[in-house]
């Protein structure tokens, strides 16, 4: 599981204490991972002896460690992150923390990425299991968006887009995206990334999610659903006519989260007739008419925002990661909170960081041996940084 140049594949080496691993994601290679559906409930508590380990090992560690952890993570593991959130309010906690030697992210691959990123170099980024994937940000790769935009100067409209790449893409795809003038967004911010794009040029090729790059379009933009074309990387010409690219606004890649794209419309009227008067607030990477059904639509932070402030009695489905539903649901018992659709399983690469990979990476680093770390390659990181700072400069 060391980890020191960007390839993330390698060996498992012995650790102070044994801890028995899953075998699924054990050395993988992340590329490989896809977004996977299930069923059943979740594994059941950890072993209480890793508890006392974690905090153990933690308390070792002191300043010297800054535990991050995604929303979507699991209770076991959040109740030892330092700060919580999504991504780049993640990656932003880290890069504010110069004094932490190590900075431990319990989320997916692209996300510690962009905390290695955005940290001084003097900082290391871990990931405690490198099999912690995310089957979007796979959707796209570099070679593939090579290909796609080699079309696109083919039919001399490059130079008229303006590539605009989600948060959930990997450290590749936001270097293209610095390369070629553009920017990178949130599930928060990309009406005004999206705007910025469509004031620099006549069309945008937006990376890697369909579902928000659409809705964000049509619904916050006021374009027609007919401005916008889907190119899919695994058919010639990504499927489309020269004219159909000519004439878009906004070229959708074929990407979608694996979670959020398995709600559909159903699953909202069918809450809607098991519970009155509940108000259902959905994410934006879910399909348009998933969207055009619910009654907001929100990042996971609006989402914790407009559930935190609801009023009491008021009742809520929410459209999101199950393990943050059941957070908010705990979080609020004078409310009911419910998941949109409860055959949808939790996010299966982000609970790869289980109790387990957290309590083998924290008494690894404790004992003097760095495992598992992330670090994007300087020029990769260098052009990634330019689309994150064209970011935060948007208007």
Known sequence: ????????????????????????????????????????????ASDPALVRRAVRARSELGDRAFVLGHHYQRDEVIRFADVTGDSFKLARDAAARPAAEFVIFCGVHFMAESADILTAPSQRVILPDLAAGCSMADMATFSQVEECWETLEDLGIAGEVIPVTYMNSSADIKAFTGRHGG?????????????????????????????LGRNTAVL??????????????HRPGGGLEPSALRGATMILWRGHCSVHGRFTAQNVAQVRAAVPGVNVIVHPECAHDVVLAADQIGSTEKIIEVIAA????????????????????????DKTVVFLDKTVCYCSTMNRIDLPHLVWALESLASGQVVNQITVQEQIARQARAALDQMLALP
């Open 1 to 44: 599981m060391s980890r020191t140049t960007d390839l993330r594949t390698a060996s498992r080496p012995a650790a102070t204490h044994e801890i028995p691993l899953l075998v699924l994601g054990a050395g993988a290679d992340h590329r490989a991972e896809r977004g996977v559906s299930c069923t059943g409930e979740l594994p059941a």
């Open 310 to 333: 609801a009023p009491a009695g008021s009742a809520w489905a929410v459209g999101t990661e199950l393990n943050l539903v059941q957070r908010l649901a705990n979080a609020h018992p």
């Open 183 to 211: 920017t990178v967004c949130t599930s928060s911010n990309a009406r005004r990334a999206l705007t910025w794009a469509l004031g620099k040029g006549t069309r945008v090729l937006f990376l890697p999610d369909q579902h």
């Open 220 to 233: 916050d933009l006021g374009l027609d659903l007919t401005d916008c074309v889907v190119w899919d990387p």
